[in-house]
């Protein structure tokens, strides 16, 4: 079974970075699929951070492209967020999820269960 | 980017009746949209992918269809754990973006 847990501090200060790291198991990062980060807050909805492939290969929202950065450790089946100069807008659950290239293609088809980051002094 | 709009955004239904929920995208996504339950507390669920393909494991009371611009998530007859939040997503084009969710509510 394929599962997928954030970690990470659930407190920043502003103008701080913001990291995280989704561990993955039951699947190898390293066979395929796209993993991505994603947001929920209460003002703004459902927000695609960006995502990896195992190769490296990023894409990221525009939105947020200044201040963001995927990476990926293979050989610790996870990967990580860094968001930089982090602001009370910032404060939002924090997913990280599978998304389909084959199958289910385009959909996240497994999810963390998510985290809460509150970015304040 | 392309904006997914969603209506209504709530809905009040009972045990047995037939829900649609309706997403609308600013530009052609072809099929390219994926639709997620969500309960209180949890991360979504993946039901329909590519507009119309049912995910593994879903019951067949969730369809989904449309193409182009419109698209309809339908549960034909509404179960107890179905009342949740419903959220459209176009996987056309970066940057992915969702719908604005749609609370289905017991009446």
């Known amino acids: 079974q394929v599962q997928l847990q954030e970690s990470g501090p659930g407190l920043v200060k502003p103008s701080e970075t913001l990291s995280l790291t989704c561990a993955v198991s039951?699947?190898?990062?390293?066979?395929?699929?796209?993993w991505d980060w994603i947001r929920q807050s209460p003002g703004k909805g459902l927000e695609w951070i960006g995502s990896?492939?195992?190769?490296?290969?990023?894409s990221y929202n525009p939105s947020l492209k200044s201040r963001v950065t995927i990476s990926v450790d293979t050989s610790k089946n996870q990967f990580s967020l860094k968001l930089t100069s982090a602001t009370a807008a910032d404060t939002a659950v924090y997913y990280c999820?599978?998304?389909?290239?084959?199958?289910?293609?385009?959909?996240?088809?497994?999810w963390g269960q998510g985290t809460l980051v509150t970015v304040s002094s | 980017d392309i904006q997914m709009t969603q209506s209504p955004s709530s809905v009040s239904a009972s045990v047995g009746d037939r829900v649609t929920i309706t997403c609308r995208a600013s530009?052609?996504?072809?099929?390219?949209l994926a639709w997620y339950q969500q309960k209180p507390g949890k991360a979504p669920e993946l039901l329909i992918y590519?507009?119309?393909t049912l995910q593994n494991g879903v019951p067949s009371r969730f369809s989904g269809s449309g193409s182009g611009t419109n698209f309809t998530l339908t549960i034909s007859s509404l179960q107890p754990e179905d009342f949740a939040a419903y959220y459209c997503?176009?996987?056309?084009?970066?940057?992915?973006?969702f719908g604005g969710g749609t609370k289905v509510e017991i009446k």
């Open positions: 530009q052609d996504i072809s099929t390219w």
């Open positions: 999820a599978r998304r389909g290239i084959v199958a289910s293609i385009g959909g996240f088809d497994y």
């Open positions: 039951g699947y190898s990062i390293s066979s395929g699929y796209y």
């Open positions: 997503q176009q996987a056309n084009s970066f940057p992915l973006t």
């Open positions: 590519t507009a119309s």
């Open positions: 990896i492939y195992h190769t490296g290969s990023t």
